[in-house]
């Protein structure tokens, strides 16, 4: 199998899987605000997503001539280890899941930040003491802190950019209680402009998931319950491969880090396929009821879909082999996903576009955060033995 062995390999798996990690959300998003149901987008994800996972195992799991590589270790006595990575690919399953809802009701950008911010702070702690402290804890933890102003930031830009397109639909009653009848007796004439209240509605009128008249309380819930099952995933990868609970028998060998990704990707996809079948005829969120023949027949959106999982795939196995080689704590670095989201948020859905100086000012502000705290936590890279 293939090992990265130097501190400079791990830094470049952290920084493209923040490029992986940061794209995929923002396809998603790009397919429901096209109208696409998320059940049908997220079980086309779910297929590719595992299929990375197949890909990765199959060759960098192969070459090399560090043993054991992959084959090898389908056969042996490692079930211990084996249910801390599926446990890790069950929560982030569920972090997932739930953030495909979370985006539509409190957008992108602070979706990202708040569930990154979350994932930081437990994430990196739990792996920090997990790896026997080869990250520099001087340099670590106020990486940390600046992931926490970051998220007070973030807070900060939603209130401020809500309160802007509350401003935006003056026309109406309020944003609150904007109700579907009146968007479709207000119709929007030509091309709305980006940032303005026309645009706003006629985005409404297409996605999938209708926002207006609901409380953004429901968003961020399902936001803070996204951050909790990240913080998870992580920290169970960690014990899945290096065992510090000495779980294994003697003389079993740890899990590699691309065996311990295949049985990941294995259980976030049962969980993913079993939640989603059940999303399509019980939808939640006031969704429409579907159909697995619906799915199989909508081919709108379906190739962004199959990229989205094969980033989200890739990037995490590129997260993992870098955590590997310099510590699972400073690998977190890849959750400023908000870098990479914000971007593609203003770029593809007009996010923030024609809003006030203050929003202006503190999404400047979030940004630096995390790139102060991105450099932060990759200086901390250690070297594992």
Same mark, same amino acid.
């Given at each position: 199998?293939?090992?990265?062995?130097?501190?400079?390999?791990?830094?470049?798996?952290?920084?493209?899987?923040?490029?992986?990690?940061?794209?995929?959300?923002?396809?998603?998003?790009?397919?429901?605000?096209?109208?696409?149901?998320?059940?049908?987008?997220?079980?086309?994800?779910?297929?590719?997503?595992?299929?990375?996972?197949?890909?990765?195992?199959?060759?960098?799991?192969?070459?090399?001539?560090?043993?054991?590589?992959?084959?090898?270790?389908?056969?042996?006595?490692?079930?211990?280890?084996?249910?801390?990575?599926?446990?890790?690919?069950?929560?982030?399953?569920?972090?997932?899941?739930?953030? #495909?809802?979370?985006?539509?009701?409190? /957008?992108?950008?602070?979706?990202? +930040?708040? =569930? &990154?911010?979350?994932?930081?702070? !437990?994430?990196?702690?739990?792996?920090?003491?997990?790896?026997?402290?080869?990250?520099?804890?001087?340099?670590?933890?106020?990486?940390?802190?600046?992931?926490?102003?970051?998220?007070?930031?973030?807070?900060?830009?939603?209130?401020?950019?809500?309160?802007?397109?509350?401003?935006?639909?003056?026309?109406?009653?309020?944003?609150?209680?904007?109700?579907?009848?009146?968007?479709?007796?207000?119709?929007?004439?030509?091309?709305?402009?980006?940032?303005?209240?026309?645009?706003?509605?006629?985005?409404?009128?297409?996605?999938?998931?209708?926002?207006?008249?609901?409380?953004?309380?429901?968003?961020?819930?399902?936001?803070?319950?996204?951050?909790?099952?990240?913080?998870?995933?992580?920290?169970?990868?960690?014990?899945?491969?290096?065992? #510090?609970?000495?779980?294994?028998?003697? /003389?079993?060998?740890?899990?590699? +880090?691309? =065996? &311990?990704?295949?049985?990941?990707? !294995?259980?976030?996809?049962?969980?993913?396929?079993?939640?989603?079948?059940?999303?399509?005829?019980?939808?939640?969120?006031?969704?429409?009821?579907?159909?697995?023949?619906?799915?199989?027949?909508?081919?709108?959106?379906?190739?962004?879909?199959?990229?989205?999982?094969?980033?989200?795939?890739?990037?995490?196995?590129?997260?993992?082999?870098?955590?590997?080689?310099?510590?699972?704590?400073?690998?977190?670095?890849?959750?400023?996903?908000?870098?990479?989201?914000?971007?593609?948020?203003?770029?593809?859905?007009?996010?923030?576009?024609?809003?006030?100086?203050?929003?202006?000012?503190?999404?400047?502000?979030?940004?630096?955060?995390?790139?102060?705290?991105?450099?932060?936590?990759?200086?901390?890279?250690?070297?594992?033995?």
């Amino acid at each position: 199998m293939y090992m990265i062995e130097s501190k400079g390999g791990a830094i470049s798996c952290m920084l493209l899987a923040l490029l992986f990690l940061g794209t995929w959300p923002a396809i998603m998003t790009l397919t429901e605000r096209r109208g696409r149901l998320p059940q049908h987008t997220y079980l086309d994800y779910t297929l590719t997503n595992l299929l990375a996972a197949v890909i990765i195992a199959f060759t960098l799991g192969e070459i090399g001539p560090s043993r054991p590589n992959f084959t090898t270790q389908l056969s042996q006595e490692n079930w211990q280890s084996v249910m801390f990575a599926m446990g890790g690919g069950i929560v982030l399953s569920l972090g997932n899941l739930a953030t #495909q809802y979370a985006w539509a009701y409190v /957008g992108l950008s602070v979706t990202e +930040v708040i =569930t &990154a911010s979350i994932t930081v702070v !437990i994430g990196t702690t739990l792996n920090y003491f997990l790896d026997d402290r080869i990250n520099r804890a001087e340099i670590l933890f106020p990486g940390v802190a600046c992931f926490l102003i970051a998220v007070c930031f973030g807070s900060a830009v939603h209130k401020s950019n809500a309160a802007d397109n509350k401003s935006k639909l003056q026309d109406f009653k309020s944003l609150e209680t904007t109700s579907s009848f009146q968007i479709e007796t207000n119709p929007v004439k030509g091309k709305a402009k980006e940032g303005t209240a026309a645009f706003l509605i006629e985005l409404e009128k297409q996605r999938a998931i209708k926002v207006f008249g609901k409380s953004t309380i429901i968003g961020l819930a399902i936001t803070f319950f996204a951050g909790i099952c990240f913080s998870m995933f992580s920290p169970a990868f960690n014990l899945a491969t290096n065992d #510090q609970w000495h779980t294994l028998k003697d /003389g079993v060998p740890k899990l590699n +880090v691309y =065996t &311990a990704f295949f049985y990941f990707s !294995i259980s976030a996809f049962v969980i993913a396929l079993i939640l989603n079948i059940r999303f399509l005829y019980w939808p939640v969120l006031g969704l429409p009821r579907s159909s697995f023949k619906a799915y199989l027949n909508d081919w709108n959106g379906r190739g962004w879909s199959f990229l989205a999982g094969f980033l989200c795939g890739f990037g995490n196995g590129l997260q993992f082999m870098g955590g590997q080689a310099a510590g699972y704590a400073a690998a977190d670095a890849v959750q400023a996903l908000p870098l990479v989201s914000t971007f593609w948020g203003i770029l593809l859905f007009g996010e923030y576009r024609r809003s006030s100086r203050r929003t202006y000012a503190l999404l400047v502000s979030m940004l630096f955060m995390f790139v102060v705290a991105v450099a932060v936590l990759m200086a901390s890279s250690g070297h594992r033995k």
